[in-house]
Each structure stands twice: as C-alpha cells, then as structure tokens.
C-alpha cells in the first residue's frame, strides 16, 4: 500500500487528490486549517486515513508531516495543495505578506524538508500544485502571481536535482502542476471558463502523478495558453 500526505487535503483541489488517492487504496494523512471538516474527518473512522489540523503560516509544519509520516509507517508522495490568493488592488502590505507567508515561506520549508526526507530514504515523489499565474505578474493580485513564479523556479531546482539523484540510482521525482481555472472556494463569485471541477482537477493530477511528469496543465488545454503568454510582449502583458 503506498503512502500519502497532502498539505491542504481538506478542501479544493487537494480535496479532489485526497478523494482519488484513497479510492486507489492509498494510505492518506492530510492536513488543513477547516477546524470543523477535520474534526468531522477525525470522527469518520475511515481505514488507513487521517486528518489533522494545520495552519502553515503560524505552526512548523514540518512537525507535523513527521508525525503523519510515523503514523503512516513511511511516505512514498507528498503533495502540497495549500494557497491563499487575494485581490489587492490598493497593494495592502499586511494582505500580500500573509499570502507571501503561505505561498513562498511554507511552501518552501515543505518542500525542503520533502526532498531532504526522500533524499534520505532513496526515494519519493513530491508534487506542488503551482498555477498558470506563476508565468505573469498581475496589477490585482501581485503577491499569487508572484509566489507562484517562485514556486515553478523553485520546484524547476528540485527537478534538476532529482533527475541529477536518478543518474546516481535514487528514484526520486518532482511534479509541477499548473492549474488554470478550478472551481474551488477561491474562484467562487469569479468569471472564469474553461473551469474544471475538482473531482476533474483530482484525475488528471493523478494521472500526472503516475506518468511522473515534470510538468502538467489541468486541464490540459491551459497548456496552449501558457506558450501564449510566454510568447506575448511586454506591452500585452501589462494590460492583461
């Protein structure tokens, strides 16, 4: 039985991973700061699963992925879901620096300490969920867009690493995985298209899981816009 922990398991897009790796008998710990879901979760008695409560911003999570890993008896994937995204037109300093906490300080401490760990062990796959955001700046949300640039140029360093590790004999693997539009919590109220639900979102990222790919659009068709945007001048991105 293979063993997972997701970061942000309880809702969104980790929500749809979570819901596919236990119907692929996984064995699954996931953590996330929705006090009532996790209690409920805890109440539920499901076999080989667990919830537990984390807020990355204001608790060390490393602590806490230890103690799920002891309890899973080892960890093959670990998958960070969690992200806050704000609109912040007036450029609110305490706002970005609390996504900037979440998006690039925590993620960066789960994804050092996961690297690390499977280094140690000889194996391992971690897998971040980024977004398409991270390939251009945005006036109404800087701090997302921004983080989830350091998060793609971050985990392009971990891929590098890994595929350095594999030459050396370790089966050690990265994934990038670059939403586009998912209807979760975040995008609620918003105008978007091509939305996939996060039932879809939670499928292809498992797929993008078992073929170890270096990088994934979900859906699919977001890839087409990524060589867009990275193909437009400047002057096309500022009005965007």
Excluded at 150 to 168: G, M, P, V
Aim: glycine letters at 10%; one cysteine or more.
């Amino acid at each position: 039985m293979k063993k997972a922990i997701i970061i942000g398991g309880t809702s969104g897009i980790g929500q749809g991973i979570t819901d596919v790796l236990v119907n692929n008998k996984f064995k699954v710990g996931i953590t996330g700061i929705e006090k009532t879901i996790i209690e409920g979760l805890q109440n539920s008695e499901k076999e080989n699963f667990k919830a537990e409560y984390l807020d990355c911003i204001n608790s060390n999570a490393s602590v806490t992925i230890t103690e799920l890993v002891d309890w899973l008896g080892g960890l093959d994937l670990l998958i960070f879901s969690a992200g806050i995204g704000n609109l912040n037109k007036d450029l609110g300093y305490k706002v970005e620096n609390n996504a900037n906490k979440l998006n690039v300080l925590a993620f960066t401490e789960v994804a050092d300490w996961s690297y690390r760990f499977f280094k140690k062990q000889g194996y391992g796959h971690f897998v971040s969920i980024s977004s398409i955001s991270g390939l251009f700046g945005s006036r109404v949300a800087p701090a997302y867009h921004a983080a989830k640039s350091y998060q793609i140029n971050y985990l392009e360093a971990l891929s590098q690493k890994a595929t350095k590790d594999r030459k050396s004999g370790l089966p050690i693997y990265t994934t990038d995985v670059r939403p586009g539009f998912v209807i979760t919590p975040l995008t609620e109220g918003k105008k978007i298209f091509w939305a996939a639900t996060k039932e879809e979102a939670g499928i292809q990222i498992y797929n993008l899981i078992n073929k170890k790919k270096k990088i994934g659009y979900v859906s699919k068709r977001w890839r087409i816009v990524a060589i867009i945007i990275k193909m437009l001048p400047r002057w096309i991105k500022s009005r965007m």
